[in-house]
């Protein structure tokens, strides 16, 4: 097994997730979640669950009270519907994740881009969570780990929402589990918006004990 990129500790995931392909693990609790962005400016939909009972599940607006912030960074928690923490936040080295804009899918690029039969996150969510027993009534507003949503004065939003991404080659973003945790990625295959820099790529997932 691979030792995980700037620690010491031993993974027991190390896999690269190809482009616009979903992936999905439980965590346990004490465990750590690193994804990393491998040739930079790739945007990966996150959401997640307790593992025991999904129908808790990440929850925007209790995560981003709790943040005080749209920015999630560093030392930031993703709380669950009733207020528990899910995941922590214990590295980025990007900075920029977007809260705000959801997945893509087959349906909003045809009304937003005019795209049709161009399938998103949204079914990469629904293929992944279908292991699991759940479908679409469990997909709930996700975190967009390192997409670039700017807001600007009086909360006007780009034209396409998204921008260029800002990650670069390697950035990575790590989450340490504060229970045992259902993580569900679609890493993007979005090219109908600056969101992946029209090119999908790989990106590679890790899990190891945390500490």
């Known amino acids: 097994m691979a ?6 500790t031993t993974a027991i995931v190390d ?8 992936w999905a693990r439980v965590i346990e609790k004490g465990f750590s979640l690193r994804i990393i962005d491998v040739h930079g400016r790739q ?17 925007a607006p209790n995560t981003l009270k709790a943040a005080g912030s749209l920015c999630l960074t560093t030392g930031h ?23 705000i804009g959801g997945c893509c899918s087959a349906p909003s690029n045809e ?11 949204r079914e990469n969510f629904l293929s ?23 807001v600007y004065d009086q909360g006007r939003l780009a034209d396409a929402m998204f921008v260029e991404s800002r990650s670069e080659a390697g950035n990575y973003v790590e989450l340490r589990a504060e229970m045992d ?19 999908p790529t790989e990106i590679r997932v890790m899990v190891f004990a945390s500490g």
């Open 43 to 59: 945007g990966v939909d996150f959401l997640c669950y307790n593992a025991h009972a999904p129908e808790e599940r990440y929850h």
């Open 111 to 121: 009304m937003l881009y005019g795209a049709a039969d161009c399938p998103g996150c």
């Open 15 to 22: 896999e690269l997730v190809s482009a616009g392909k979903p």
């Open 77 to 99: 928690v993703l709380y669950s519907d009733v207020a528990r923490p899910l995941f922590s936040v214990t590295a980025d080295t990007c900075g920029t994740h977007d809260t």
């Open 181 to 199: 945790a259902l993580a569900v990625i679609s890493n993007c295959p979005q090219v109908n918006n600056p969101c992946n820099a029209g090119e």
């Open 128 to 150: 992944a969570l279908g292991q699991f027993g759940l479908d679409r009534k469990d997909i709930v507003p996700n975190i967009n780990f390192f997409c670039n949503v700017p």
């Open 3 to 8: 030792k995980s990129a700037g620690t010491k």
